[in-house]
C-alpha cells in the first residue's frame, strides 16, 4: 500500500509521463481510501487547466 | 500592405511584459523578449494584420523568444536547476514521517468560477512568483508553454527524474498557496 507522499508523487508524474499499469492500480487503491488525495487529485487537474489559461488571463 | 498601428502593439505591451516576467523573473530580459516579439511582429505586420487573435498570435512568438533565450541561458551555470533552492523543506511540512498527509488537503469550492475572476489570477501570478525561481521556471515550461518533460530536462541540462522531481514540488507549493491565499482554506 503506497502512502499519500508516494501517491501525490505517482499522481503529479501522470501529467509529466505514461504512469504504468501497477502504478495506477496502486495509486486507485489508494484513492479509493484516502478523501485528501482525492482532493489532491482534482485539485492537480484544475492547476494545470488553469496554468493553461493563463496566458488569456493576464 | 498595411502597416501595424504602433498603438495596438503598444497596447498588448503591458500583457506581454506580465507574461514573460512570470518565465522570466527578470524585467531586463522581459523587456529584452518583449521587445523582440513586437520587432518581429512588426516584419510580418501582414501577418498580424490577418490574425483574427492578435494577442495570442504574438504570446506564440513570445513563447518561442523565451525558450531561445532559456535555452542559450541554461548553459550558463547560473541557471542550472534546483541547485540551492531547498524545496524539500516544502514537502517535509506537507507529509508526516509516516508519509500521510499533515492536514488532508480539503474541498476548493467552486474552481472553475475563479478562472472567470480577475483577482483569481493576480493570486496565482503572486503564487508563483513565491515559488524558487527555477522550480517556477520548469513549472511554466511544462504547463505554461507546454513543454514536454523530455523538451524540459534537455533545456535545462538535468536529469529526468529530477524534472519529475521539481515539477512535482511546484504543484504542491501552488496547490498550497491558492489553498491558503484564494480558496480560504487557512489554517
Ligand atoms: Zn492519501
Known amino acids: 500500500m503506497i502512502d499519500c507522499k508516494h501517491n501525490t508523487e505517482l499522481l503529479s508524474q501522470s501529467y509529466d509521463r505514461p504512469i504504468t499499469l501497477r502504478e495506477r492500480i496502486a495509486m486507485r487503491m489508494h484513492l479509493m481510501m484516502c478523501r485528501g488525495c482525492r482532493n489532491f487529485e482534482k485539485q492537480l487537474a484544475f492547476l494545470r487547466k488553469a496554468a493553461r489559461e493563463l496566458p488569456r488571463k493576464l | 500592405m498595411s502597416d501595424i498601428d504602433p498603438e495596438a502593439l503598444q497596447g498588448h505591451r503591458s500583457h506581454l511584459i506580465r507574461y514573460a516576467m512570470l518565465q522570466l523573473r527578470d524585467p531586463n530580459l522581459a523587456e529584452d523578449v518583449v521587445q523582440e516579439t513586437l ?14 487573435s492578435p494577442r495570442t498570435w504574438l504570446v506564440g512568438i513570445l513563447k518561442h523568444k523565451i ?21 524539500n523543506e516544502l514537502v517535509d511540512a506537507l507529509f508526516k514521517e509516516n508519509g500521510h498527509w499533515a492536514d488532508p488537503p480539503q ?27 527555477n522550480t517556477a521556471r520548469a513549472f511554466m515550461m511544462r504547463e505554461f508553454m507546454e513543454m514536454s518533460t523530455e523538451e524540459i530536462c534537455q ?15 511546484a504543484r504542491l507549493a501552488l496547490r498550497e498557496c491558492l489553498d491558503m491565499n484564494w480558496f480560504g482554506n487557512a489554517r
Not at chain 2, 40 to 50: P, V
Request: hydrophobic share 40%.
Open chain 2, 39 to 52: 520587432v518581429a511582429a512588426i516584419e510580418s505586420r501582414a501577418k498580424f494584420a490577418a490574425q483574427s
Open chain 2, 67 to 87: 525558450v531561445d533565450l532559456l535555452r542559450k541561458r541554461a548553459r550558463e551555470p547560473q541557471l542550472n536547476v534546483a541547485e540551492g533552492e531547498d524545496e
Open chain 2, 107 to 133: 474541498t476548493w469550492n467552486a474552481p472553475e468560477q475563479s478562472l472567470e475572476n480577475a483577482h483569481f489570477w493576480n493570486v496565482f501570478e503572486q503564487c508563483n512568483q513565491r515559488m524558487p525561481l
Open chain 2, 155 to 169: 533545456e535545462l541540462g538535468i536529469s529526468t527524474t529530477n524534472c519529475w522531481v521539481i515539477l512535482h514540488r
